[in-house]
């Protein structure tokens, strides 16, 4: 491995994506601001979701295909934890502050 020299971390991670690959949310837990959009993109051949966790929360999306994205803003600050539906044990977070 040689280092890099632009200051950046080797592996990225924008603020505001979320990654959907080897049946994992990625990261697992993402700190936005509210206001933030957030987008998921699955990166998987198998189809997900991104549906919150318990009843009423604002994450409900169709089944995601390979390379599909879901795009949600948050506009309360919160804890929003979210899984798929069709792998139940793929859980994560977004953490939205003000």
């Given at each position: 491995m040689s280092p890099s020299n632009t200051?950046?971390?080797?592996?990225?991670?924008?603020?505001?994506?979320?990654?959907?690959?080897?049946?994992?949310f990625s990261p697992a837990t993402l700190k936005v601001?509210?206001?933030t959009k957030v987008t998921w993109t699955n990166q998987d051949t198998?189809?997900?979701?991104?549906?919150?966790?318990?009843?009423g929360g604002p994450l409900r999306s169709a089944a995601l295909a390979t390379h599909a994205t879901y795009s949600?803003?948050?506009?309360?600050?919160?804890?929003?934890?979210?899984?798929?539906?069709?792998?139940?044990f793929m859980t994560a977070t977004v953490e939205v502050t003000r």
């Amino acid at each position: 491995m040689s280092p890099s020299n632009t200051g950046a971390p080797a592996a990225p991670v924008a603020g505001n994506a979320v990654a959907i690959n080897n049946f994992a949310f990625s990261p697992a837990t993402l700190k936005v601001k509210v206001g933030t959009k957030v987008t998921w993109t699955n990166q998987d051949t198998d189809a997900h979701t991104v549906t919150s966790s318990g009843s009423g929360g604002p994450l409900r999306s169709a089944a995601l295909a390979t390379h599909a994205t879901y795009s949600y803003t948050f506009t309360k600050p919160g804890t929003y934890a979210y899984l798929c539906t069709i792998h139940p044990f793929m859980t994560a977070t977004v953490e939205v502050t003000r």
